[in-house]
Every structure is written in structure tokens, then in C-alpha cells.
């Protein structure tokens, strides 16, 4: 059997909830290989973000070149970047990769509400690394910010938010709504198959660190396993992405971790909290 590899490319989060860390949680829990290339260590718990150690561009390249050239990467999550320099250098990279399909997670303000991403980052990432994703996952603060707009009070607002991400380049786009509030949660997809809301009862806990990265990660690690959507319909995968965040949910309400936003349970499955 030939390993189906995921690569994320993301910051580091020392609890274990969100980051790089979560994303090889959910990368092994869902079939993938998991894979990952440093943007920045933290200073980090579940009550927040205390500091941030950005890698140097040029080691990030080295990261990603020793790597690529070694593994045959069958899918990309992007998540925390930090800085211009080191978006940019990503684009660079993946520009010229054959590394399958790129879910991107512009992430720009931790659960916590410590912000992860320099404002002069914000136009690289909409400029040169939009065009290049499969699929973009931002929610609605960070959508906003890309398009330069206020943030969608809700979701019929924000369909023609994630119908404008999808104009400017993004192949395919989950607008995540758990901003909005209320008792359901919507998410917006826009992709090949068209414009659809995806409903579902919303979980009332604060254990919600990392939901972001986990999500993404876990339509990547599906990307690598089964290959990217046939005609560019997110809508199959996406789904069972969000199966399985809302049951790592669930299970997140009995793990305990830490004293402020807990995480979610990746491993749900084989396990109990």
C-alpha cells in the first residue's frame, strides 16, 4: 500500500489543539500520511496566544523544497502564515509544485482573539495564494478582511461574500458561519456544483479550539486519499469534513484540556474522553 500524503503548512501550537498539531490529528484519524513544514512556533495555550516565532522565509523555503522533493504530496493545507515574506514564499513554492489539490485556511485571529496575521499579509495572501487554492476556507471576519468589507451579519450575507472569493480566483470556497449565532450553524459552499447553504444544529460548548484548523485539515487528509473532487464539487468531501468536526465536538465537551478553550477530540473514534 503506497500512503496517501498530506502536508500542512502551519504554525505550531504547543497545547495541541489547533495548528500543526491538530492537523496531523485529523490527517491520521481520516487515512492520510500526515506531513507538516514549520511557519512559526508559539508561545500557546487554550487561554491564548502569549507570543509568536516566525521561521525565516528562507528556511521555509527549505522546508518545503527538501520535502517535496523527497515525498509525493497528494494534498496541501495551508494554515497560519504570519507574515507577507512567508505567504509569498509559500505561493513561490507551490506555484511550481505537483502537490495535488490546496485547501487554504487563511487563519488571521486565534479562538482566543489573539491576531495571527500582519495586515500587509492580508493582500498577498488575497493576491497570489487565492488564486492558487482548490479550495479557501475563511469564516466570516476573515472573509471580510480579504475582500476589504464589513463582516456578514449573517448567512444570506455572506453568500455573495464567498460568491466574491470565488470571482477573484478561489476555484471553490466554505465560507464557515460560526460567527453568525443562532441555533443552527450555516456554512456557505461555493464551488463547481454552484451555491449551497449547509445546515446543522449548532453544539453549545466553549471547547472550541482549533474548530478552524481542524476542518480544513480534515477535507485535505480526504483530498489525499481519494484524490481531488471529480468537476470541482467540494460538496461530497466538505460534508463528511464537517461529519466529522461536529462528532469531534461532541466529544470535546468530556476531554478537560486546559482552562480556557478546549479543543476538540480528534481521535473521537477510537477512544472515549
Not at 464589513?150 to 464557515?176: D, I, N, S
Not at 460538496?235 to 486546559?258: I, K, Q, S, T
Amino acid at each position: 500500500m503506497t500512503a496517501s500524503i498530506a502536508l500542512t503548512i502551519a504554525g505550531s501550537d504547543p497545547s495541541g489543539g489547533a495548528g500543526i498539531q491538530a492537523d496531523l490529528k485529523a490527517f491520521s484519524a481520516l487515512g492520510a500520511y500526515g506531513t507538516a513544514v514549520l511557519t512559526a512556533l508559539t508561545a500557546q495555550s487554550t487561554r491564548g496566544v502569549f507570543g509568536v516565532h516566525p521561521v525565516p522565509p528562507e528556511f521555509l523555503r527549505q522546508q518545503l523544497d527538501v520535502l517535496l522533493d523527497d515525498l509525493d504530496v497528494r494534498a496541501v493545507k495551508i494554515g497560519m502564515l504570519g507574515s507577507a515574506p512567508l505567504a509569498r514564499t509559500v505561493a513561490e513554492v507551490l506555484r511550481r509544485a505537483q502537490a495535488g489539490p490546496v485547501v487554504l485556511d487563511p487563519v488571521m485571529v486565534a479562538t482566543s482573539g489573539d491576531r495571527l496575521l500582519d495586515d500587509d499579509a492580508v493582500e498577498v495572501i488575497a493576491r497570489e495564494l487565492l488564486p492558487l487554492a482548490d479550495l479557501v476556507t475563511p469564516n466570516a471576519p476573515e472573509a471580510a478582511v480579504l475582500l476589504g468589507e464589513p463582516t456578514a451579519p449573517h448567512a444570506e450575507a455572506a453568500v455573495a461574500q464567498a460568491e466574491e472569493l470565488h470571482r477573484r480566483g478561489a476555484k471553490a470556497v466554505l465560507l464557515k458561519g460560526g460567527h453568525f449565532g443562532g441555533t443552527t450553524s450555516t456554512d456557505v459552499l461555493v464551488d463547481a456544483g454552484g451555491t449551497r447553504l449547509l445546515q446543522r444544529e449548532r453544539i453549545d460548548t466553549p471547547h472550541t479550539h482549533g474548530t478552524g484548523c481542524t476542518l480544513s485539515s480534515a477535507i485535505a487528509a480526504l483530498a489525499a486519499v481519494r484524490g481531488a473532487p471529480a468537476g470541482g464539487d467540494w460538496h461530497g468531501l466538505v460534508a463528511e469534513a464537517r461529519d466529522y468536526l461536529h462528532a469531534a465536538l461532541l466529544a470535546g465537551r468530556d476531554l478537560h484540556v486546559g482552562g480556557g478553550h478546549g479543543p476538540v477530540h480528534h481521535f473521537h473514534p477510537w477512544w472515549p474522553a
